[in-house]
Every structure is written in C-alpha cells, then in structure tokens.
C-alpha cells in the first residue's frame, strides 16, 4: 500500500522527498486468523533494482506484518 506520508531519502547524489510504500501480506486458513506471509528475499530485493524505482516516486518501503483490521475475504462470501 502506499502511504500518505512522504520522508527524506537519498537518490543517486541527491536527497529526495518520496512516498512510503508498505508491504503486507498475510496467509489464512479461516478468514479470521492470519499470520505474516514470510516474503522470499529475491521479491523484496526487487525494491532495490533501479529499473523498479524509475518513475516510482517511493524512496522507502516497509514490511508491515500486522494482520490487516478487518476480516479476511476467503473468496467465498
């Protein structure tokens, strides 16, 4: 999700002034519980690739492991 705050950050040689963009996935069985989803570590390195931050305007992302407040959608109502 990208958040509605921005924070100082460094760009190439430059300071820069982006978005926040916050990661949060959670596995569930029941819709009611849920845990962290344990992201593979070539997925968040993709963050850090230039081709992936050009135009983007984020300088900043987050791993939000909270389960979100509302219930979960299983897909079936």
Known sequence: MLLP????????DARSTNFVCAL??????????ADYYP???????RGRDPHHQRGARIN??????LKPP????????
């Open 5 to 12: 705050v921005k924070t100082v950050g460094v760009m190439g």
């Open 60 to 65: 900043r992302v987050v791993y939000a492991s």
């Open 39 to 45: 992201f593979p570590h070539e997925i968040l390195g």
């Open 24 to 33: 949060r996935a959670v596995t569930s069985t029941d819709g009611m519980t």
């Open 70 to 77: 509302q219930r979960i959608s299983c897909g079936n109502g």
